[in-house]
């Protein structure tokens, strides 16, 4: 299994869930990592809990270009729950710095990393690949629409990768959390009714792997809430505090 977000909490959740549930690990978890401090306390966890070996691979997205520290990696299972919501469009949609490291760690960087392991995949013929976007990425809103746009793009990119990879047997899920009571959201004001905990995250995910599901929401209800939402009027919806 590789992990890219292994610090990301539904990423550590998955992976205990997946070895909760599988008596048969793998030899050896990929942890790839830009934070290896925190990632070592995770790689001692799931070692004294599930005596689950794992390798950790420090790599920035934001700094790290070479792929050649992941070619002894074979493995069947990517988890890629990497994400940076940064600053919301008040605070932050004219720093460069801001809207730059938003599109490059959810989208512009991440997809090359992808790729590289869907290579591997396509060549092996075998693989599954699930992928963690955002219902922010369903329609650019005014309160976070560089974020959005970034996990639009992704969506849209697991859906062509879904789409080629079909027919070289591997499958490619793409999960669409609403709110989600992480560490990236502390301190933010989420209703609790629309809000998944990381534990209840991984064990959706995890059912809906099993199952080769192509796309899923976390919160079956954001799913009402984003259909009523893509479908207000345009000259309607330019004009919503949203």
């Known amino acids: 299994m590789i992990i890219l977000g292994t610090t990301s909490d ?3 959740a998955f992976i205990d869930k997946y070895l ?3 008596s048969a690990k793998y030899k050896k978890i990929y942890l790839v ?11 001692q966890h799931i070692l004294v809990k599930f005596k689950q070996e794992s390798e950790i691979i420090s790599f920035d997205l934001m700094k790290d270009h070479d792929y050649s520290v992941f070619d002894h990696i074979d493995s069947d299972l990517l988890f890629c729950a990497s994400g940076y919501l940064g600053k919301n469009t008040e605070d932050g949609l004219y720093n460069l710095s801001n809207t730059e490291h938003i599109i490059n760690i959810n989208y512009a960087k991440l997809v090359p990393l992808i790729n590289y392991f869907a290579q591997k995949f396509e060549q092996n013929k075998n693989g599954t690949i699930i992928g963690l976007s955002s219902v922010a990425g369903l329609r650019g809103r005014q309160s976070n629409f560089i974020y959005g746009s970034a996990k639009a793009g992704f969506l849209t990119y697991l859906d062509g990768l879904r789409n080629y990879l079909f027919s ?20 933010m004001p989420l209703p609790k009714p629309l809000t998944a905990t990381p534990s209840k995250a991984a064990s959706i995910i995890y059912k ?3 199952k080769k599901k192509n796309k899923i929401y976390v919160t079956p209800i954001w799913w009402a809430i ?15 505090k949203m």
């Open 10 to 12: 539904i990423s550590q």
């Open 33 to 43: 990592t830009s934070n290896e401090e925190e990632t070592k306390r995770f790689a």
């Open 168 to 187: 070289k047997n591997v499958h490619v899920m793409s999960v669409i959390p609403g709110f989600m009571d992480t560490k990236m959201t502390a301190g």
């Open 208 to 210: 809906a792997y099993k």
């Open 226 to 240: 984003m259909t009523i939402i893509k479908n207000i009027p345009e000259f309607i919806f330019k004009k919503l």
């Open 20 to 22: 909760f549930e599988n």
